[in-house]
């Protein structure tokens, strides 16, 4: 099938409209397009606002989740990822979940001191906690911040099991502490990658490293003994399922020890920021994506049923089940991650000097 391109598709981006706060009462109305659009799809530079929260680990009690504690030092994410299920999350702080959440960034600069506190808290019983289980750990504006990299500092000190996804490998800059980490088994790290396709990423995730630079981000980390697993996620049905035993061999090849992926869910404001985009991105396929999409949910964009919207249901997810089954048995068998230890943590941080 030849992609057909759209002029008004606007490069640079993941969103191309900035969706209504539910939470707002007023709106902006297109009554004059070629004004307001000028208005609300200019390249503006990322902007900043700082967040001064009391608590920065987040318990979460959903079902589907393989982790219950996270941490997540910014909301929203410069990444600009079209599908992503944090978006919504930007409403809460007045935002829309379209272009502001990729150009206003909330930003949390007190987070290693509020997780040092946190671990202690008297009676505390180390869990693993998951960096990144709302936005990206390791998006742009963390090479200046480096907020993250303070977070994993106190990680190290008070020894505490710490798991990681990104899609960034700026993550390499932390490679020193990572190394230490895997040492004493207290990291895992998850890389999401959901295409090889250059044209494909730069419409669907237009800020993020490429797909190559993510293999090879994989193969690095491998290198230096730190677990490392293929987040293949979210698979979209018609536009990137198809890749799921490229990937996997590439990821397997790399050093990954391990693979997982979910499939798209279209929840809340990003049902209406993804069909405008992909209508704009891909017209020749859109409305075969949608019901493909549509088919794995009970023939809805959105799916909030527990052990479900994650993985749908139907022919078309059935296949795509079987399809990364057997891509994994093929290209991992006999592979599995290590498990954290939960022993080493120390509370206090063992008063210990920190060494980096």
């Known amino acids: 099938m030849t992609h057909v391109e759209n002029k008004e598709f606007f490069k640079g981006r993941g969103a191309q409209i900035n969706t209504h706060n539910k939470f707002q009462k007023n709106k902006y109305v297109a009554d004059h397009q070629e004004g307001l659009d000028d208005l609300m799809l200019e390249d503006t530079t990322t902007q900043l606002f700082e967040e001064h929260p009391k608590n920065i680990v987040s318990k979460s009690n959903s079902p589907d989740l393989p982790f219950m504690l996270s941490i997540n030092p910014y909301q929203g994410c410069e990444h600009g990822c079209l599908y992503c299920y944090a978006r919504n999350a930007h409403e809460y702080y007045g935002f829309s979940p379209g272009l502001d959440f990729e150009r206003k960034i909330v930003v949390k600069r007190n987070a290693a001191e509020l997780l040092e506190k946190f671990f202690n808290k008297k009676g505390y019983i180390p869990d693993t906690i998951m960096m990144s289980g709302n936005t990206d750990c390791y998006q742009p504006i963390e090479r200046k911040l480096k907020i993250t990299r303070s977070l994993l500092k106190i ?70 003994n730190i677990p490392v697993r293929l987040m293949c996620a979210p698979i979209i049905p018609g536009l990137n399922s198809d890749e799921i035993p490229t990937i996997i061999k590439a990821a397997a090849d790399a050093g990954a020890s391990a693979a997982t992926f979910t499939l798209v869910r279209l929840n809340g404001a990003i049902a209406e920021i993804f069909t405008d985009w992909i209508y704009k991105a891909y017209p020749d396929r859109a409305d075969k994506v949608m019901h493909m999409i ?15 919207r994650m993985s749908g249901d139907g022919k078309v997810a059935e296949s795509i089940h079987q399809l990364f089954r057997i891509a994994v048995k093929r290209f991992m068998n006999g592979r599995a991650l290590k498990p954290l230890n939960m022993t080493h943590f120390s509370p206090q941080g063992g008063k210990q000097l920190d060494l980096f």
């Open 294 to 308: 549509a088919s794995c949910h009970e023939g809805k964009l959105n799916d909030s049923r527990w052990n479900r």
């Open 155 to 224: 990680f190290l000190k008070y020894k505490h099991p710490v798991s990681i996804i990104s899609k960034n490998n700026l993550m390499l800059r932390d490679i020193d502490i990572l190394s230490e980490l895997a040492k004493l088994d207290l990291v895992h790290v998850a890389v999401t990658l959901n295409s090889l396709n250059e044209h494909l990423r730069q419409k669907l995730e237009p800020r993020t490293v490429t797909g190559q630079s993510r293999i090879r981000l994989i193969s690095q980390l491998a290198e230096h």
